[in-house]
């Protein structure tokens, strides 16, 4: 029997940690492998890790055929709705699997600019999944965690990806992290789980000191207003505009610590993965 893997299709599937290899290899090993493995032709669609085990036990299999797709898009769909559907999938790939699924419905459905460009007494059609929100409920997570996933997957290094991936950091802390420049997220990643939340609590911390507080609107005098001298803000107001512009100073002089700070941060980074 000829069984093709197809590298894109297989990407769908998470792997298994070593614990969850080992509980599947047992099981196979006891119990010989039950359920049939899923084929499109003589594509595997289901069942990736139990052909990889039997394969190497030399264990019996089934297999059955699914002769619903038209298409490998059809095949790609149907196996994203099967992943999201199961509890085991991690927050980060079933964000993934749905952003995916965003992709292959838009490049599915026809592009009209408006209305007019639509066929005669038809709508333009709204694409499925056009929006974070729509992505967010086929994932079952946030919106905000959906565009935390699209910052990973558009700046996070290899490496960082494998850490949220693999649960070291969470989705919130990774985007954070990836931020940095490639060669920092390296090396935060080289330093652990430790050094990875450092180096997001440092980020979070410099942007906060960073963000300029909004300067108190002083109270307009109308000319209408007669100039008694005993409006308690008549005197007060001058001082407090002064108080706030020191404070702001002493933020801007935070700020430049912070930096600083973060720098010795970068250092520090490449001294541990030196002495490691």
């Not at 095949?75 to 079933?94: G, K, P, T």
């Not at 709508?123 to 699209?150: D, F, G």
């Amino acid at each position: 029997m000829t069984i093709i893997i197809n590298e894109v299709l297989q990407s769908y599937v998470d792997p298994l940690t070593d614990s969850e290899y080992a509980a599947l290899e047992r099981s196979l090993l006891a119990e010989g492998c039950r359920d049939a493995l899923v084929l499109w032709n003589d594509v595997l669609i289901d069942g990736h890790n139990r052909y990889a085990i039997c394969r190497k036990h030399h264990i019996d299999f089934r297999t059955i055929q699914n002769t619903s797709f038209e298409s490998l898009d059809d095949v790609m769909l149907w196996m994203i709705d099967n992943h999201l559907a199961r509890r085991s999938v991690s927050d980060f790939q079933r964000g993934v699997l749905a952003l995916r699924k965003k992709e292959i419905v838009a490049a599915r459905t026809p592009a009209f600019a408006s209305d007019a460009d639509a066929p005669e007494g038809e709508s333009a059609p709204k694409p499925a999944m056009s929006t974070r929100e729509e992505v967010a409920k086929a994932a079952r997570l946030s919106s905000n965690q959906i565009s935390q996933i699209e910052k990973i997957q558009k700046a996070a290094t290899p490496e960082l990806v494998e850490a949220v991936r693999s649960g070291t950091i969470s989705i919130n802390a990774a985007a954070t992290v990836a931020s940095l420049p490639q060669e920092e997220q390296v090396a935060a990643v080289a330093g652990g789980k430790k050094l990875l939340r450092q180096a997001a609590k440092e980020i979070r911390e410099q942007r906060a000191a960073t963000r300029t507080p909004r300067e108190p609107k002083v109270p307009h005098v109308s000319q209408d207003t007669p100039e008694t001298g005993s409006e308690p803000w008549a005197e007060q107001a001058p001082s407090e505009v002064e108080r706030l512009r020191g404070e702001l100073a002493s933020m801007k002089q935070r700020v430049a610590q912070l930096q600083a700070e973060n720098v010795e941060l970068s250092q520090r980074i490449a001294a541990l993965i030196d002495g490691s």
